[in-house]
C-alpha cells in the first residue's frame, strides 16, 4: 500500500513537472523559390532530434509541443537543395512562423548528395549574385549595439562604417545620402528619427521596429537590375506577416520611452491577419548624461500590416509606416556664457515620414507570379532659428519649410521558364510632389530665399533581370535597367551581370558588374540666380561603375569565410566649376546655393572580409575587416580623399548563452561588440579668415587633407529571459557606447578666446528595459 502511494506521488509530480515545461509551435510554409507555387509534401524536421513532418497540399507545415529553445530546422524536398534555417529561438509566448523558399535543382539530385543550403549565407534575393547579405532580425535584437535597429546592425557589417551619433550608414567610402532605402519594395525616404540634420542619409535610430521586420538583404555594391536609383547599396526591407492564428502581444518599457506590438487574425479561422507596433519616446530620463537639450527631445513612430489572402484573387496586403519628431534648443540667458553660436540660438524642428500602399500578388500559373504595388511616401521638415543679440532680441538665421510627397506604382512579373532560367521584368513609376521653402541670412542681413518651389516632377523606370543556370554548379545573373527624370528629360540605360561558380560543395568564386545612378536632392534642381533662373535645372544623375569580386568558404558546419575586393568608378559627380567643392562630400547643408556641374569624378576600392561562426553550443563571433580608399575630383581636377575615406574599419562581434534552471527555461545572454575605425577627413582651418568674419572659414585648396584620429567604440548587451506558460518576459541593459568615446562633430567659432575649436560629443545611451510577450 504505502509503494503504490508513493508511486502514485511520483507519477503524480512527473506529471505536474512536464506540464509546467513550456512548449510552443512551430509552423510555416514552404515555397517555390523561382515561381512562389506552394511545396506539397516537403519534409521538415528540426537537426539532432526526432521531431518532424510533412507540407500539406498548400504547403503548410506544423511541429507541436517543441520544448523552448534554439534549432536549426531543415527542409527537403524531392528535386530541391534541401535549406537549413539556423540559430531559430522558440519561447514559450510566441509561435514560430516561417516561410521556407526552396531552390529547384537545375538536373537530378537522386544520385547527388547536396549540401544544404544555410538560410544566413544567403541573401533573400535570388537574383544577388554579391556584396548582397540577410540582416536576421533575431541577430538585431541579439547582437550588441543592434539596439534593436537594424540599421545599426548593418554597421557592423564588411564594407560599413557609421557613427555613433548619427545613423548615417557609408558603404565603401560612399556618401551615406547614395544609399537608397526600400520597404515593401518600394523606395522610401530616410527611414531615421531626426533624419537629415547632422547628416544627410543619417539620424539617430530608424522607426523600424525589430518587432514587425522580416528578414532583409542589404547590399553594398552591384546590385541587381531591378534595384534603380541607387549609388553605393540599397537596404531592402520587408515587414512579415502577422499570427494568422493566434492572438499575440508585446509591450516593452525602458529608459527611452515605451514600445507596444500586437498581432494576430481578424476572425477565427481565417487566413487574414494583422501587425502593428507602437513606440513613443523621451529622452528626458537620459538627459543628464546626453548632449545639450537633448531632453526636449521626443519621437514616435507607428508600423503596421494587414494581411489577406484570398481563394482565387490572390493575396492582398495594406502596409505603413510613420515617424513624428520634436527637438529644439534655446539659448542661453547670461549672455556671458556664450561661447559658441549654439549658445546664443533659439531652434525648433519638427520632422515627419512615412509611406504605405496596397500590394497585391498573383500566381498567374504554376511558373509565374505578379506582384504590384501603389504607394504613397512622404517627409517633410519645419525648422526655424534665431539668433539672440546682446539686447538679448532674436532674429530669424534661417527657415527650412520642406514636404515631400510621392505617389509610386510598382510591378513586376516573375518567370520560371525552368529550373534551369528564371526571369523577373517590370516597371516603377514614381511621381514626385514638393513644397519646398528655404531661406537663409548671413551675419547682419535678412533672410535671404535660396529655393522657393511647388511642383511635381517623375521618375520613371524599367528592367528585366534573368538568373540562368548554366551547370549544377555555374549561374549568370543577366540584367538590364534604364530611368528617366521627367524634369530635366536626362535618362540613363545601365548593364547588370554577374557570374557564380561553386567550384566545390563549400567554395564559391563570384563576380559582377554593374552601372549604378542615382538622382540629386531635389533642392539642388530649384536654386535660382539674382535673374531668377535656374541654375541647375539640367543636373544629371551621378553615375558609378561598380566591380566585385568575391570568395565565399564554410570552414566547417558553423563557419564561414568571405572575401570580397572591389573597384568602382564614380561620373557625372555634380561639382563646382574651378573649385574643390563635389556633392560626394556634402554633409548637412541645406542652405547650398551654387551652380554645379556633371563634370566630377570618383573612386572607391577595398577589400573587405567576414568570418563568422553561427550561434551553436551557446556562443557565436563575427568578425569584418574593410580596408578601402575613396578619392574624389573636383571641379579643379585634382584627385583628394573624399570626407568618408576612413581607410579601415574593424569590428569584433561575441555573445554567448546559458539555459538556466530545472526545465532550461530561462536564458542568460551577455554580448559585446568593439569597433575601431579611421576618421574622417576634413579641411585645415583658415585662421586668418575665420578670425577676420569670427566664423569658421576652411582652407578650400587643400581640401580634406587632414583626417582625425582612429574611433575606438564598444557596446553591450545582456539580457534575461524567463519563460513561463504562454508568457516570456526579458530584462535587459543594452549600453550604446560603453566607452563613452566623443566623436568629433566638426568645428565651432569660440567668441571668448577669438579661436576656433574642435567640436567633440561622447552619445552614450544605457537603455534598461522591460519586456513581456503574451
Given amino acids: 500500500m504505502l509503494r503504490s502511494f508513493f508511486l502514485i506521488s511520483f507519477l503524480f509530480l512527473s506529471a505536474r513537472l512536464f506540464a509546467q515545461q513550456p512548449t510552443q509551435i512551430i509552423r510555416g510554409t514552404v515555397i517555390d523559390e523561382a515561381s512562389n507555387v506552394p511545396l506539397a509534401y516537403a519534409t521538415i524536421g528540426l537537426e539532432n532530434t526526432t521531431i518532424g513532418t510533412v507540407t500539406d497540399s498548400l504547403g503548410n507545415f506544423a511541429l507541436k509541443n517543441v520544448a523552448i529553445g534554439r ?70 535584437k541579439r547582437y550588441a549595439g543592434g539596439f534593436d535597429d537594424p540599421a545599426r546592425l548593418v554597421s557592423s557589417f564588411a564594407g560599413v562604417s557609421s557613427n555613433v551619433g548619427n545613423n548615417a550608414i557609408v558603404v565603401r567610402g560612399n556618401s551615406p545620402q547614395s544609399l537608397q532605402w526600400k520597404l515593401e519594395g518600394i ?26 521586420l522580416a528578414n532583409s538583404d542589404f547590399f553594398s555594391g552591384a546590385m541587381p537590375a531591378e ?90 496586403s495594406v502596409w505603413g509606416m510613420g515617424l513624428l519628431d520634436h527637438s529644439g534648443a534655446e539659448a542661453k540667458d547670461n549672455i556671458s556664457k556664450w561661447e559658441y553660436d549654439s549658445d546664443r540660438e ?51 538665421k534661417n527657415e527650412i519649410s520642406s514636404k515631400n510627397f510621392n505617389i509610386v506604382l510598382n510591378s513586376f512579373i516573375n518567370t520560371k521558364f525552368s529550373a534551369k532560367h528564371t526571369n523577373k521584368s517590370g516597371f516603377v513609376i514614381t511621381n514626385m510632389n514638393y513644397k519646398m521653402l528655404l531661406k537663409d541670412a548671413t ?54 551581370v554577374g557570374i557564380k561558380y561553386n567550384f566545390t560543395p563549400i567554395q564559391t568564386l563570384s563576380f559582377a558588374y554593374g552601372l549604378h545612378s542615382r538622382l540629386e536632392r531635389l533642392n539642388y534642381y530649384f ?47 555634380p561639382v563646382i566649376g574651378g573649385s574643390s567643392f563635389s556633392l560626394i562630400n556634402q554633409q548637412n547643408d541645406w542652405f547650398f546655393d551654387e551652380k ?98 569670427q566664423d569658421v572659414v576652411f582652407d578650400e585648396t587643400k581640401a580634406f587633407s587632414l583626417q582625425y584620429s582612429p574611433a575606438f567604440t564598444s557596446h553591450f548587451t545582456a539580457s ?23 566623436e568629433y562633430l566638426g568645428f565651432r567659432y569660440n567668441y571668448q578666446t577669438q579661436t576656433v575649436d574642435i567640436n567633440r560629443e561622447a552619445t552614450f545611451i544605457p537603455n534598461i528595459s522591460y519586456k513581456i510577450e503574451f
Fill in 443 to 496: 551675419t547682419g542681413t535678412p533672410l535671404q530665399t535660396i529655393v522657393d518651389e511647388k511642383g511635381s516632377s517623375t521618375l520613371v523606370s524599367a528592367f528585366s533581370n534573368s538568373m540562368v543556370h548554366i551547370t549544377d554548379n555555374v549561374s549568370i545573373n543577366v540584367g538590364l535597367t534604364g530611368q528617366w527624370f521627367t524634369y530635366n528629360n536626362v535618362w540613363s540605360v545601365e548593364p547588370r
Fill in 187 to 212: 523606395e522610401i525616404s530616410n527611414p531615421n528619427h531626426f533624419a537629415d540634420l547632422a547628416a544627410f542619409g543619417g539620424g539617430g535610430l530608424t522607426a523600424l521596429s525589430t518587432q514587425l
Fill in 71 to 140: 534549432y536549426n530546422i531543415i527542409a527537403s524536398y524531392i528535386g530541391y537543395e534541401p535549406i537549413v534555417l539556423k540559430e531559430i529561438q522558440v519561447t514559450s509566448a510566441k509561435e514560430v512562423v516561417l516561410n521556407f523558399t526552396m531552390k529547384e535543382s537545375p538536373t537530378s539530385l537522386d544520385e547527388v548528395i547536396i549540401r544544404p543550403k544555410i538560410n544566413k549565407e544567403q541573401p533573400l534575393n535570388s537574383m544577388a549574385t554579391v556584396s548582397a547579405k540577410m540582416l536576421s532580425v533575431e541577430e538585431a
Fill in 527 to 573: 536654386i535660382k540666380d539674382n535673374t531668377s533662373q535656374y541654375i541647375n535645372k539640367n543636373l544629371g544623375f551621378t553615375k558609378a561603375h561598380h566591380l566585385v569580386l568575391g570568395y565565399d568558404i564554410s570552414t566547417s558546419e558553423f563557419t564561414h569565410l568571405k572575401i570580397e575586393a572591389y573597384y568602382q568608378h564614380l561620373f557625372d559627380v
Fill in 346 to 396: 533659439n531652434q525648433d524642428v519638427s520632422q515627419f515620414m512615412g509611406a504605405s500602399g496596397i500590394t497585391h500578388r498573383f500566381l498567374l500559373n504554376d511558373k509565374q507570379y505578379l506582384k504590384t504595388t501603389f504607394a504613397t511616401t512622404g517627409n517633410g521638415m519645419d525648422l526655424h532659428t534665431e539668433k539672440v543679440d546682446s539686447s538679448l532680441n532674436a532674429f530669424p
Fill in 227 to 316: 534595384y534603380n536609383n541607387a549609388l553605393s547599396g540599397v537596404f531592402d526591407i520587408f515587414m512579415r506577416n502577422g499570427n494568422n492564428q493566434k492572438h499575440e502581444h508585446t509591450f516593452q518599457l525602458g529608459a527611452i520611452g515605451i514600445d507596444a506590438a500586437s498581432e494576430g487574425p481578424f476572425s477565427k479561422g481565417k487566413r487574414a491577419s494583422y501587425i502593428f507596433n507602437y513606440r513613443y519616446s523621451t529622452l528626458g530620463l537620459l538627459a543628464p548624461i546626453l548632449p545639450k537639450n537633448a531632453a526636449g527631445t521626443t519621437y514616435q513612430d507607428l508600423s503596421f500590416k494587414l494581411n489577406f489572402p484570398t481563394e482565387k484573387a490572390g493575396t492582398f
Fill in 596 to 693: 554645379l556641374q556633371n563634370t566630377g569624378k570618383g573612386r572607391n576600392y577595398g577589400l573587405d572580409i567576414t568570418f563568422e561562426k553561427y550561434l551553436s553550443k551557446g556562443y557565436y563571433y563575427m568578425a569584418t575587416v574593410s580596408l578601402f580608399n575613396s578619392q574624389y575630383q573636383g571641379g579643379d581636377n585634382v584627385w583628394r580623399d573624399t570626407r568618408y575615406n576612413r581607410n579601415f574599419a574593424l569590428n569584433f562581434l561575441i555573445g554567448k548563452e546559458w539555459l538556466l534552471g530545472k526545465n532550461q527555461d530561462k536564458i542568460l545572454g551577455l554580448n559585446a561588440r568593439v569597433s575601431y575605425q579611421g576618421g574622417d577627413h576634413y579641411s585645415p582651418i583658415n585662421t586668418t579668415q575665420s578670425l577676420a568674419v
Fill in 720 to 742: 534575461y529571459i524567463l519563460n513561463k506558460k504562454k508568457t516570456t518576459h526579458e530584462f535587459a541593459l543594452k549600453i550604446i557606447n560603453l566607452t563613452q568615446y566623443k
